[in-house]
């Protein structure tokens, strides 16, 4: 059981600028604290949430023993980030479903919900948002910023944006910039949310229905990218379906088309059912795009190098050999770019069988390398 | 220009056994035949076809330029499988949409067109159809028989159901299973069909429509899985929709979830829709079952040394460096399979950066190994 933990909103008047051109009159951020922000306010860790992610990092909220946080494992007292000595920030993104403002909520223009008129967001638009909450927290300067697959991207972006603001920046299983491949893959999520007859041009809360269908394919899609073909094989194998999903253990084939055939289709249906029940589609079509969008070097014609010029905080990469969404080559990107700046750069790779989840998991050498990172960091406070 | 061809088709008075226990009581085989038959029967090729294609292997229809068979660089007068040397036979698979008996077909018991309800086919039992085609063309052993990919399979299962009809099996690209996550992109290709509002159960036809909406999404996951990181890397990579689209070119982000933004995302919808409008939804669900369920190792314990005893042809195997989704790795299975059981194999691994869509394209080096096997086997010839 760990810590219990209450999550917070604060709005702020606005206007905010986005990279669209387009502005937010006014927002709404939700977030958590954990631990204690010392008195110059320099042992502040800002924490950013990947894709299906949010505020909730770490600890469990009053009478829930189940909401445990995605980062839990990471983050609390006594943790490789020891919220006994940081003060660990959980935020959750704009156009986000989990209490930021989004898609869901009203347009101000018409006082209908957004839904598909959100305006798009990216790792930037994030980034300023989250500035403005630090200034609200009274935050000069963030001891780090981390963040794991998109959060990792957030955590870049903190050092170009506000390279003054960050002392760390912890990058893990991240890449600047997508390839063609993982722009295909965001895309036919998309096409598959954008074409169910339920998403109605994006404005299907006032029809009272989900786009389900589309949702489910998404996240199934999303399932497969996330995991290593070695860790599926493992898990799965080409096991049939058995008793343990409820139905008759079978040791034959079915021969069927459509029903579960093989224990990775129940494991993927199930997976694209619980997330359609609680993930908005309006939500998963901006934070693929803000991911499609991310690329620090195209302001400067395709040369990472010049673009990281910018960043000056100290920094700790981490990537894992069997990541084939964002390989170990991705982060070996932006080093390499670090270091033709000089800048002062860890890195690790590690080599754990679960691909690109294997951020979110208990791995001893992984959570070593954080620790031992946060250990130093905390040795340099004040 | 290539040769012109003529298709044809023969109707088989059955009954056909099928794996999954049920029977067709009758059936009828498209095939097109290149080359002449000696006198003996002894020059015949088998050319087994893959997901999305037909009987269509080489040459061109009459009056149609724009209709070349999907191998016909590989196969033809000179070409790597000299059709003025071997009688070379391309034949369509039961449950397919190119001609022979499949779902869009009347089913004999109502009258109505099968839809969902066409048998479940598997890879043996294609291969026990196609003898049965080579028994009426008065072929008793094959020469070879080959295929790419699924098409591999076949050749495979030949070997080991009727391993005193094939002389050489040519297994390119292909694999002795599917892995989990080869099932995994198969179902979610399925769901994205099955749970299209048009798909009314696999009975569209008789309500008028197409599931095309999960069409385009199955072949926009095809195409990913089809190419490599690397060939989409460099054909697209992060390029924006330009003028070659049709739209105007453009060099600044259009900041739109729905929109097409990356030249990525318009050969996906464009491949997608193209996909949609001549591919049976049934067809598909038939064929990536058939792909899931091939394993003969199955039925000696997961032993594939021992499931490949039976097979005495002689073999060459290919695979491409780059095939993620039938690994180097899946044909060096088949290969050790086959060398513990001191059968003659050849085993090219050619180093293509294009992924599994390499077995279809043009590459020296695979070209000239196919053609040296295929003189030598003409050379075999009485």
Known sequence: MSFVVTAQSMHFPGPLPLSSGATLSDYSLAYETYGKLDADGGNAVLVCHALNASHHVAGVYAGQPQSVGWWDNMIGPGKAVDTDRFFVIGINNLGSCFGSTGPMHPNPATGRAWGA??????????????????????????????????????????????????????????????????????????????????????????????????????????????????????????????????????TDFLYSTQEVEFQIESYLRYNGDKFSEYFDANTYLLITRALDYFDPARAHGGDLRAALARATAKFLLVSFTTDWRFSPARSREIVKALLDNRRKVSYAEIDAPHGHDAFLLDDVRYMGVVRSYFDRIGKELP
């Open 117 to 250: 008129d959100f305006p798009v967001v990216t790792v930037e638009d994030w980034v300023d948002a989250q500035a403005a909450l630090l200034d609200a927290l009274g935050i000069r300067k963030l001891a780090a910023v981390m963040g794991g697959s998109l959060g990792g991207m957030q955590a870049l972006s903190w050092a170009l944006r506000h390279p003054e603001r960050v002392e760390h920046a912890v990058v893990i299983a991240s890449a600047p910039s997508l390839t063609a491949q993982n722009i295909a893959f965001n895309e036919v999520a998309r096409r598959a949310i954008v074409t169910d007859p339920d998403f109605h041009g994006g404005h299907f809360y006032e029809q009272g229905v989900i786009p389900r269908r589309g949702l489910r394919i998404a996240r199934m899609i999303g399932h497969i990218t996330y995991q290593s073909d070695d860790v599926m094989n493992e898990k799965f194998g080409r096991s049939l379906r058995s008793a343990v999903e409820g139905a008759a253990a079978h």
